[in-house]
């Protein structure tokens, strides 16, 4: 039998919904109609003067090639940072899951990473990455690495990725350790008592489980890389050495909130809108079939 | 017990807000943090305790694009500072904004206050007035580009550690042999593109865009790709194969690099000074940045570089004379000679120059009046006034990113200079169809 809970009131529902849509409304959806409406506009910085143009933000975008390169940096970066960010807090859930003693201080340190700011967590890695004085440009300079991602646009590339993907592991991993808790002890043990080895029972039982949950991760993950990561940048590179990490978010950052040239980052985020509505669409559509509920 | 001390509290703070209702308070947001910041105070409360109408009150509001995004914001929104420092590659939006600044000069003429452009060094009068010859906004701090060698690092390669290079000829040769003496980082700089391009055109007159590096209107073009721009780039990225320049950076990371030891020369603001002496780990000596010696008429003057102050509209006329008397205050030389040997900026008045002079600071510290001296090499011409380009806080990014892709040897010096004015002139034909 279906148990359903039914308000006799009529408005008492909407009104108790209302706080959370009120919340959306105000911070979501009005900021991103703001942001369409700006970007057919020219505005001066203190909006003294503002001009209707139509299309003409968008088109001066298309016509910078750099902006068109920046797209393939951003494909890159995201696919790089949700592909680590994924395998290496699954690798460490399936760890943490197995630890007998002990556990919760594992898991308590693993999770610490995401009450880290973006900001914060990217200047500590520029630190220790630092071309002169960080402990981990002194190590690789024992092993004969030339570090220096000041010039080097790989290295800077890399070291973006590793402050990004380390700052999304802990979520990650909340989510895989719950995900593997939640797998039934007694179809591990069967398979245990089949002869299959911890690898095999990984891929053949956990793995395929948790597909709801990596196929989340990765919606979330991606959605990460595109817009929550200009914080690390703008800390650490800042889109540099030329554009070689010059993501779309970033260079929004930089134009809007650095330049104050709100039409033309107002273009650009509704772009990055559209690009990450359809890479969800994209996502639910064709993956999700893959995804054993 | 707690109703009682409720009341006090209560009867306090009635009491200090009218208090502070008698005196009409001048809200100024700057970007001085740490000892800058300090030092800021120290003026504003020295202003304050010497009369009892009016009453400074300063706000940091982060670095320079931080607090002139926050007073956009708040422009926006109907409120904001009455005073706000905004750095020099701000000026040329502010000046736009003719709703939302005050000329400083209308500000003084308004209140009587005496107020003489010609007090001023040119070189920072020229940056901060309109082509009239009217201030716009009031110089603050303001600092150049001077070159600085480290003379221990001399000594051992064999060189004369009193003699630093005074051409880039004369850098190359010293580059070389302080490399083959062991110098693992040769040369650097901080801020590449105001050193490379905005203060290497000044110093050899030539420009750095049409109009008057942008004084003469929004239809200006970026001029930064001549055959001696691309000869200079050209040299540099020479210099990174061979090891003798390593890039720090885009903003002042270099001068970390010569503080701590590691590289022999630099160029860099003459406020890093500071930071070198506190450090003290080198002995070193700071001069006029080097040049071609084969263009005419090089050395001209170098341009500055910092901040001023902009007076925002849309405020109380009580609040207008009180931010002249504060501008007023400023100028004064005695004023103007503390916040110079405190901070390491220029003194930007001729007259606190000479009191500083005179009061034996600069025998005292052996380097310290270079700065003001290549400011006022020669009397500035069209080309090393100063600029002003629509939106350079963009147009800047710009410059540095093409020069990342030549020292990093993934574009050639001509290239990437070219691309860096088609993609400038973009940015500035933006700025003139929004300021129209």
């Avoid at chain 2, 500083?356 to 290549?374: C, E, I, L």
């Avoid at chain 2, 090393?384 to 020069?403: A, P, W």
């Amino acid at each position: 039998m279906e148990k359903r809970v039914v308000f006799r009131s009529a408005w008492l529902p909407y009104l108790l919904v209302a706080p959370q849509l009120a919340i959306t409304v105000v911070f979501f959806f009005w900021p991103a109609a703001q942001a369409v409406w700006y970007s057919f506009q020219l505005q001066d910085a203190f909006g003294l003067k503002t001009q209707f143009v139509g299309l003409q933000n968008f088109a001066h975008l298309f016509r910078d090639h750099n902006y068109l390169e920046s797209f393939k940096v951003t494909a890159m970066f995201s696919a790089l940072v949700a592909f680590f960010g994924i395998a290496i807090s699954l690798l460490l859930a399936t760890m943490a899951d197995r630890v007998l003693r002990g556990a919760m201080a594992y898991k308590t340190l693993l999770i610490w990473p995401y009450a880290v700011a973006p900001a914060i967590a990217g200047v500590l890695w520029a630190f220790l990455f630092a071309p002169s004085i960080g402990i981990v440009t002194y190590v690789l300079k024992g092993w004969g690495v030339d570090w220096n991602w000041i010039i080097n646009g790989d290295q800077a590339m890399l070291l973006v990725v590793i402050a990004s993907v380390w700052k999304e592991i802990s979520y990650n991993f909340l989510f895989f350790l719950a995900g593997l808790q939640s797998i039934p002890k007694s179809l591990i043990e069967a398979a245990a008592i089949d002869g299959a080895g911890p690898a095999r029972r990984f891929w053949t039982i956990a793995f395929p489980l948790l597909s709801p949950t990596t196929f989340f991760l990765l919606v979330v993950n991606i959605v990460y890389a595109f817009f929550d990561t200009f914080g690390v940048i703008d800390a650490t590179t800042q889109g540099g050495p030329g554009q070689a990490t010059n993501i779309l978010v970033y260079k929004v950052y930089h134009d809007g909130v650095k330049a104050a040239d709100l039409g033309g980052s107002s273009a650009q985020s509704v772009i990055l809108m559209f690009i990450v509505i359809a890479l969800t669409v994209v996502q639910f559509r064709f993956i999700e079939r893959k995804v054993q509920y | 017990m707690k109703i009682k001390i409720l009341a006090v509290a209560l009867l306090s703070v009635g009491l200090t807000s009218t208090n502070a209702q008698a005196q009409t308070e001048i809200q100024w947001w700057h970007s001085m943090g740490g000892a800058l910041g300090e030092k800021l105070n120290v003026l504003a409360d020295k202003f304050n305790a010497g009369q009892k109408d009016y009453k400074v009150v300063t706000t940091y509001k982060g670095s320079y694009p931080e607090s002139m995004t926050a007073a956009i914001a708040a422009f926006r929104a109907g409120s904001g500072p009455n005073l706000l420092q905004v750095f020099e590659v701000g000026t040329a939006t502010m000046m736009a904004a003719k709703g939302a600044i005050v000329p400083v000069a209308q500000v003084m003429a308004d209140a009587k206050e005496p107020f003489d452009p010609k007090a001023y060094l040119p070189t920072v009068t020229g940056y901060y007035s309109d082509l009239k010859g009217n201030m716009l906004s009031f110089p603050f701090n303001s600092s150049t580009v001077m070159f600085y060698i480290n003379k221990d690092a001399f000594k051992k390669a064999g060189l004369d550690p009193n003699k630093a290079p005074k051409t880039w000829k004369e850098v190359l040769a010293d580059a070389e042999k302080l490399k083959a003496a062991g110098q693992q980082c040769v040369y650097t700089t901080s801020w590449p593109s105001w050193t490379h391009i905005e203060n290497f055109s000044a110093w050899h007159n030539v420009p750095i865009g049409t109009k008057q590096n942008g004084m003469g209107g929004l239809d200006t073009v970026f001029s930064i790709n001549s055959p001696l721009h691309v000869r200079h780039i050209g040299m540099l990225s020479d210099m990174a194969k061979k090891g003798l320049f390593t890039y720090a950076g885009r903003t002042n990371q270099g001068d970390a690099k010569f503080s701590s030891g590691e590289c022999a020369m630099f160029t860099g603001s003459a406020g890093a000074q500071a930071g070198i002496k506190k450090a003290g780990k080198v002995d070193w000596s700071i001069n006029f940045i080097p040049y071609h010696d084969d263009v005419k008429g090089a050395p001209q003057n170098s341009i500055i570089g910092g901040a001023s102050l902009w007076v925002m509209g849309g405020k109380k006329p009580a609040e207008y004379k009180g931010v002249a008397k504060f501008l007023a205050f400023l100028s004064r030389p005695e004023i103007q000679m503390e916040w110079h040997t405190g901070t390491g900026y220029v003194p930007i008045t001729l007259a606190s120059y000479e009191l500083t002079r005179r009061s034996g600071f600069y025998d005292k510290n052996p380097g310290a009046d270079m700065p003001v001296k290549q400011l006022t090499n020669k009397a500035p011409t069209a080309n090393s006034k100063g600029l002003r380009f629509g939106n350079f806080v963009q147009g800047r990014t710009v410059i540095e990113e093409e020069l990342e892709e030549v020292f990093s040897g993934k574009k050639d010096a001509k290239t990437a200079l070219d691309d860096a004015v088609k993609r400038g002139n973009e940015i500035l034909r933006q700025f003139e169809a929004a300021n129209k």
